[in-house]
C-alpha cells in the first residue's frame, strides 16, 4: 500500500503509529446512539467491520499538524484579513483520480486565488474539494426508470452510478478504495503545489491566455494588467523566486459516512486530542446538521477546523446551538458557515442569522456557497444552475455583510477543469440546448473552466469595488 507523501505544505510532518482516538465526550459521559441521516445500509455488517478494521490500521492522509495550520489561516478569514476559496468536484468518482483530471481541478482553483488575493488585497486561503468528496446525500433512497426502482446512487464510496442491481448494492469495500484514491489525489496535490506548476508567473500566464480568448475579455482587460505590474514591481524589487513558486494547498469534504470518518480518527501525540485524519476540514450539510444528531456529534469531538452548510430554512436558534455545540470557546478558525440560501432568499434570511452570531460572540467565518440553492431541472431532465443567478448570489451575500459591517469571507463553488456543459451562461455562453453534449457530473452540475474563472473575475470587481 502506497503511504501518503510527506513533503511540502501537506504532508510535511513524520507519520505516527496509527491510533484510533476514543471520541471523548464531556467527562463521565456515556456514548448512546444518536440518529445518523444518510448512512447505507450495509447488506453485510461482518465485510463493513472488516473494512472499518482495515481503515484504522491504515496511515492517516493528513495530519494535525496541518489541520492546526489551517484553523490559523481560517481565524484570519473569521478577522476579516483572509479571503476562503474552497471548490471542487460536487462528488469525486474513482474513474478521475488520473493526474489531468486532478491537476485540471487544481489549476482552476489556483487561476482563481490569483485573481481574489489581488482584488481582495489579502491572502486567500485555498481548499479544495478534493481527496475525500466520494459520498454524497440524497433526497430519496431509491431512484425509478421505466419502472425498475433500485436505490439510489450515493456517491462512488457506496455504489455505482450505472443503473444495475449490481452496481446499485452498496459495497462497504469502496470506503477502501475511497481512501486509496484520496490517498493518489493528495499525493499528486503535494507535488504540484510544491513545484513549478504552482509558480505564481505561470499561474498569471494561463489567466492571461483565458482573459485573451474570453467573450468578455474587454471587462477583465484592466485587471489582468493590473496583476501583470505588481509581477514586474515584484521582479524589481527581488522577490523571488521562493515567494511565487509554490503554493499552501488544503482539502476538505462532506463528513458523511461516520463508518469512514470513525475509522480515520486519530489521537493526536503532542496533543492527546482527537483529530480527524481523512482531512483538514470536515463539514456536515444541510441533510445532516441536526443538533442532535450523529453528525454534529463527531464534528464537536474533533479538533479539525469544521463548518455547517446553512439554507433558508435555518433559524437564528440553530446558529446559537451549532456555536454551543461546536465552538463553545468561540476559537477563531474552529467554527465556518457556508451559507447557501438561493438568490431570491439570501438577502432576507441571512442578515437574522449573521446577526444572532455577532450577538453570541461568535468568531466563526461566514462563506457563501451559491450553488446548491439555485439548482433546477430542465424539460430534458437535466439538473442545472444559472451563472447569472450563482452570481446574483454572491452579490447578495456580499451586500448583507457590507451592511451588517461583517466580513464577506470566502465563496464554497462546485467546478471542474474540464469544459464541461453543465451550468448555462457565462462568458463563453453555454445554453439549454448544449447541456447534453458534455453532461459529465456523477451528481450535480459544476461549472466549467471558463465559467469558474469568469466567476473569480466577476467576485474580483465586487471585492475591489
Not at 482516538?21 to 444518536?34: E, F, K, N, Q, S
Not at 483530471?101 to 482584488?119: D, E, F, P, W
Not at 481523512?278 to 450539510?285: A, M, P, Q, T
Not at 454551543?324 to 432576507?348: I, Q, W
Request: include cysteine; aromatic fraction near 6%; glycine fraction near 10%.
Amino acid at each position: 500500500m502506497k503511504e501518503p507523501a510527506q513533503e511540502g505544505h501537506i504532508g510535511s510532518t513524520r507519520i505516527a503509529p496509527p491510533r484510533p482516538a476514543p471520541l471523548p465526550g464531556p467527562a463521565g459521559a456515556v456514548d448512546a446512539p444518536l440518529p445518523a441521516a444518510q448512512q447505507p445500509q450495509w447488506p453485510d455488517p461482518a465485510e463493513r467491520d472488516a473494512v472499518v478494521a482495515e481503515l484504522r490500521a491504515a496511515p492517516q492522509l493528513v495530519f494535525a499538524e496541518e489541520c492546526d495550520r489551517l484553523r490559523e489561516r481560517l481565524a484570519a478569514v473569521a478577522r476579516g484579513e483572509a479571503f476562503l476559496l474552497q471548490g471542487g468536484d460536487c462528488a469525486e468518482t474513482f474513474g478521475q483520480t488520473s493526474a489531468d483530471a486532478i491537476s485540471g481541478k487544481l489549476r482552476t482553483l489556483l487561476q482563481m486565488a490569483v485573481v481574489l488575493t489581488y482584488a481582495a488585497s489579502m491572502p486567500v486561503v485555498k481548499v479544495g474539494r478534493m481527496a475525500g468528496q466520494y459520498a454524497k446525500p440524497r433526497s430519496r433512497p431509491t431512484e425509478t426508470r421505466d419502472g425498475v426502482t433500485l436505490p439510489v446512487y450515493r456517491g462512488d464510496a457506496v455504489n455505482g452510478l450505472e443503473f444495475t442491481a449490481a452496481a446499485r448494492r452498496p459495497d462497504p469495500r469502496r470506503m477502501r478504495r475511497m481512501y486509496d484514491a484520496s490517498t493518489t489525489t493528495l499525493n499528486l496535490v503535494r507535488a504540484l503545489t510544491q513545484g513549478g506548476f504552482a509558480d505564481l508567473r505561470q499561474v498569471h500566464a494561463w489567466n492571461r491566455g483565458f482573459v485573451a480568448d474570453s467573450p468578455a475579455a474587454g471587462r477583465y482587460e484592466e485587471l489582468a494588467d493590473g496583476i501583470d505590474r505588481t509581477l514586474l514591481f515584484m521582479h524589481a524589487c527581488g522577490v523571488e523566486p521562493n515567494g511565487v513558486q509554490t503554493a499552501e494547498f488544503f482539502v476538505s469534504h462532506e463528513g458523511l459516512l461516520l463508518d469512514y470518518e470513525r475509522a480515520l480518527t486519530r489521537t493526536d501525540e503532542r496533543s492527546g486530542l482527537p483529530y480527524a485524519t481523512s482531512g483538514h476540514l470536515v463539514w456536515v450539510g444541510e441533510r445532516t446538521r441536526r443538533p442532535d444528531g450523529a453528525h454534529i456529534d463527531f464534528l464537536s469531538r474533533i479538533r479539525n477546523p469544521v463548518a455547517v452548510k446553512i439554507g433558508p430554512d435555518t433559524r437564528p436558534d440553530d446558529i446559537l446551538g451549532y456555536l454551543d455545540r461546536l465552538d463553545p470557546h468561540r476559537e477563531p478558525g474552529r467554527l465556518t458557515f457556508v451559507a447557501r440560501m438561493g438568490a431570491e432568499r439570501v438577502r432576507d434570511r441571512l442578515p437574522a442569522l449573521v446577526t444572532k452570531a455577532v450577538e453570541a460572540g461568535a468568531r466563526a467565518a461566514w462563506v457563501c456557497d451559491p450553488m446548491h440553492g439555485n439548482t433546477y431541472q430542465t424539460p430534458s431532465g437535466h439538473k442545472t444552475r444559472r451563472f447569472d443567478v450563482i452570481l446574483d448570489e454572491v452579490q447578495g451575500f456580499f451586500e448583507v455583510h457590507q451592511e451588517l459591517g461583517t466580513h464577506a469571507g470566502g465563496i464554497h463553488v462546485e467546478f471542474t477543469g474540464n469544459d464541461v456543459t453543465e451550468c448555462i451562461g457565462g462568458g463563453s455562453a453555454v445554453g439549454v440546448e448544449d447541456l447534453p453534449r458534455r453532461y459529465e457530473t456523477a451528481c450535480d452540475p459544476r461549472l466549467n473552466h471558463s465559467q469558474s474563472l469568469d466567476l473569480a473575475f466577476r467576485v474580483a470587481e465586487m471585492l475591489g469595488g
